[in-house]
């Protein structure tokens, strides 16, 4: 009897111990998200819903314009990162501003945020 009881609370403890730590294992939280990996979100979002923006052309920076401006893209307002989109959208064209004042010029190829 003494060892069912042990073994009872041992199971239990366990459990409770597996439990917490699963929590470690679930999706990301929103601050956890680098910028070049919500930027794949949205270039994921653009493949599924058939547009072809190029990161750093001018058609990407008007969409995301747009999109800052009036929410253009309704069907992307609606998707379940879109805060975390609206946030690297809002990112991208500061830095983009930022870049173009020292000259430079932020092709889709020659730029990536920084890690």
């Not at 990301?28 to 052309?57: A, P, R, W």
């Amino acid at each position: 009897m003494k060892k069912l009881l042990i073994l009872s609370l041992s199971l239990a403890f366990t459990l409770v111990l597996l439990g917490f730590s699963s929590g470690d294992a679930q999706a990301k939280e929103t601050d956890e998200f680098t910028l070049n990996e919500i930027q794949q979100i949205l270039q994921d979002y653009f493949s599924e819903n058939d547009l072809e923006l190029e990161v750093g052309s001018q058609d990407y920076v008007e969409y995301l314009l747009l999109q800052l401006l009036d929410k253009h893209d309704e069907k992307l307002s609606k998707h379940p990162q879109y805060d975390m989109i609206h946030y690297y959208m809002g990112e991208y064209l500061y830095l983009l501003d930022q870049h173009q004042g020292e000259g430079g010029y932020m092709g889709n190829d020659s730029w990536r945020f920084k890690e």
